[in-house]
């Protein structure tokens, strides 16, 4: 398999089983190495675009590719776009998480479980972005706090909430469902906004 980094050739030693999140992990810990302040912003596999922002990286098998183009960006520059952009969506994700027991309450079962999957997928695809962010800064998130949390605990207690959404949705109960999105994932959407903005003056540093 070939692998062009920025139109160049690109030596790195991909095993058979790799996915194509494992070589874009690679690739980055490469760049920081060498101590290059640039960033993945588009991938295309044999020649064909794959969207970050739309796809989980790590089901993409690279067994039988034949080309993997890689371009990158400053890395400053990139970050300051995705942080902005995940602001934005993160009042919308909330938004969704309202819906569900709307949804439900219509009946509409299948498309609650639906909406909250795009839900958790979003926000898996927010974390993945922070930890890209950590690996190429050098960034300790221990350090950001919001209301006395760890960036930490609060992504952990999102993570219970999440688990207890989806057990409300699987048991069709209203009252939990409308008390978690109304009183608890709301607010967590407000610490995660604090979080961003916390980012973003660490990396401008």
């Excluded at 739309?54 to 034949?66: A, Y």
């Excluded at 960036?151 to 999102?158: G, H, M, P, S, V």
């Amino acid at each position: 398999m070939k692998v062009v980094l920025d139109n160049h050739s690109l030596e790195i030693n991909v095993q058979e089983d790799t996915n194509l999140e494992q070589l874009l992990i690679a690739i980055q810990d490469q760049l920081r190495r060498q101590g290059s302040s640039k960033m993945v912003v588009d991938v295309r596999v044999d020649g064909e675009e794959v969207f970050q922002s739309q796809n989980d990286m790590s089901t993409i098998s690279l067994d039988g590719v034949l080309t993997v183009e890689i371009t990158t960006d400053n890395v400053l520059s990139t970050a300051t776009k995705g942080l902005t952009a995940i602001k934005k969506q993160l009042p919308q994700l909330a938004d969704s998480m309202s819906s569900i027991a709307g949804l439900l309450q219509e009946g509409r079962r299948e498309e609650a479980l639906e909406t909250f999957s795009r839900v958790c997928n979003d926000w898996r695809k927010i974390i993945q972005f922070f930890d890209s962010l950590a690996t190429v800064f050098q960034l300790d998130y221990n350090n950001i706090k919001v209301n006395d949390k760890t960036f930490e605990a609060i992504n952990i207690e999102l993570l219970k909430l999440l688990t207890d959404t989806k057990t409300a949705i699987s048991n069709d109960d209203l009252v939990m469902l409308s008390d978690l999105v109304e009183y608890e994932l709301a607010p967590k959407m407000n610490e995660e906004v604090q979080i961003v903005d916390q980012v973003m003056e660490l990396i401008q540093q």
